[in-house]
């Protein structure tokens, strides 16, 4: 059973009705959501072995958990059966990394379970740090939002939701806004403009490796786009493949970038890729955000290797962007979002470093 269907049951089945019988007048969300491949559909039998089963997240306001938790916990964990649907309901206690398992040896009346009590506050606290859900999101604040980070937020589900509060938030982070989506499109844009005559001229010199890993970068580059051309916020690496199998461009899209992988010679590699820039390009072209723009490759500066000017369509989404804090973030460079310009796990999750990272644009 997937997890997200297993925590839907667990709420309807077990906890709804303990909350009904001894709080009725508790008002409060359950929801799965936050970490863990099951909160973006991604789970397969490996994913039990860790953080995985009968669990959701139950948000209450901060006076009634301050009032309740305590006695809350001890009835989940005295009322839950030891067992639902073949799993556990009980958890190990965490070890050094926080890990927590299912446990086998869970007994009746002695559940540590997974009903984790929580203000909707302190889970912003731990996936956008510095972010206030009282006050406007300024571009800066977007643009440091890890795309994994707002995935936990806006994927998984809600079961209930009394207040409201958390259905509101999720629409409210669901995607960037229209100007901060152009520019990070044409950061993309601008990305794969720099690096897409690399690939043939490192082959002319005989450097195959170091065409292939450029046309690796560009393959990563080139889903990144189809990402956004969507409207679809990418995972981190684990699930970037899969994720990008599910968008619609992905059945025309996918050979062309196996292709540019697997390339016998770097003419090959570079056929493919071009082949790939048309495609983007032609859908970028469909959705009418700029003037049609030319998308058929041709040499770059008169060099025997083949590129679409990636640049023309940087620069034709640059000049749509209307809101004044963005358009000054792209004047002064199109590094795009901290996902684009980096990779480093420390980076994208560090709460110490969102307000320095704030300081880049």
């Known amino acids: 059973m997937p997890g997200l269907e297993l925590a839907r049951r667990f709420f309807v089945e077990l906890v709804q009705p303990i909350l009904a019988r001894d709080y009725p007048a508790?008002?409060?969300?359950?929801?799965?959501?936050?970490?863990?491949?099951?909160?973006?559909?991604?789970?397969?039998?490996?994913?039990?072995?860790?953080?995985?089963?009968?669990?959701?997240?139950?948000?209450?306001?901060?006076?009634?958990?301050?009032?309740?938790?305590?006695?809350?916990?001890?009835?989940f964990r005295e009322r839950l059966p030891a067992r639902f649907y073949g799993y556990p309901t009980g958890y190990t206690a965490p070890d050094a990394i926080g890990v927590r398992l299912l446990d086998e040896d869970t007994r009746e009346g002695q559940v540590n379970h997974r009903v984790d009590i929580l203000t909707l506050r302190e889970l912003l606290s731990g996936e956008l740090p510095g972010f206030d859900p009282d006050k406007p999101i300024t571009a800066a604040q977007w643009l440091t939002f890890s795309e994994q980070r707002l995935l936990h937020l806006t994927q998984g589900?809600?079961?209930?939701?009394?207040?409201?509060?958390?259905?509101?938030?999720?629409?409210?982070?669901?995607?960037?806004?229209?100007?901060?989506?152009?520019?990070?499109?044409?950061?993309?844009?601008?990305?794969?403009?720099?690096?897409?005559?690399?690939?043939?001229?490192?082959?002319?010199?005989?450097?195959?490796?170091?065409?292939?890993?450029?046309?690796?970068r560009l393959v990563r580059d080139l889903m990144r786009l189809s990402f956004l051309l969507a409207r679809v916020y990418a995972p981190y690496p684990k699930w970037f493949g899969t994720g990008f199998a599910r968008l619609p461009v992905a059945p025309a899209l996918l050979p062309l970038l196996e292709a540019a992988l697997n390339a016998p010679d770097w003419p090959q590699r570079e056929a493919a890729l071009a082949q790939a820039c048309h495609f983007l390009g032609e859908q970028h072209n469909q959705l009418g955000l700029t003037p049609p723009l030319p998308a058929d490759s041709e040499p770059f500066h008169g060099r025997p290797y083949q590129v679409i000017r990636a640049e023309r369509f940087a620069e034709a989404l640059k000049a749509q962007i209307q809101d004044a804090e963005v358009r000054r973030i792209a004047r002064r460079g199109l590094i795009g979002s901290i996902d684009i310009f980096s990779d480093n796990t420390d980076l994208l999750t560090s709460s110490k470093l969102r307000p320095v990272l704030r300081l880049l644009y």
């Open 157 to 216: 589900a809600v079961f209930h939701d009394a207040t409201g509060e958390l259905t509101r938030l999720r629409a409210r982070l669901d995607y960037y806004p229209h100007d901060v989506w152009l520019y990070l499109m044409a950061a993309m844009w601008a990305r794969i403009a720099e690096e897409a005559p690399f690939v043939g001229r490192t082959g002319d010199v005989g450097d195959e490796l170091g065409s292939r890993v450029i046309a690796a």
């Open 26 to 75: 508790l008002v409060y969300a359950a929801a799965l959501i936050g970490s863990g491949s099951e909160v973006l559909g991604y789970d397969t039998p490996i994913s039990t072995d860790h953080h995985w089963g009968p669990r959701l997240l139950l948000f209450v306001s901060d006076a009634d958990k301050l009032r309740h938790y305590q006695r809350l916990y001890t009835l």
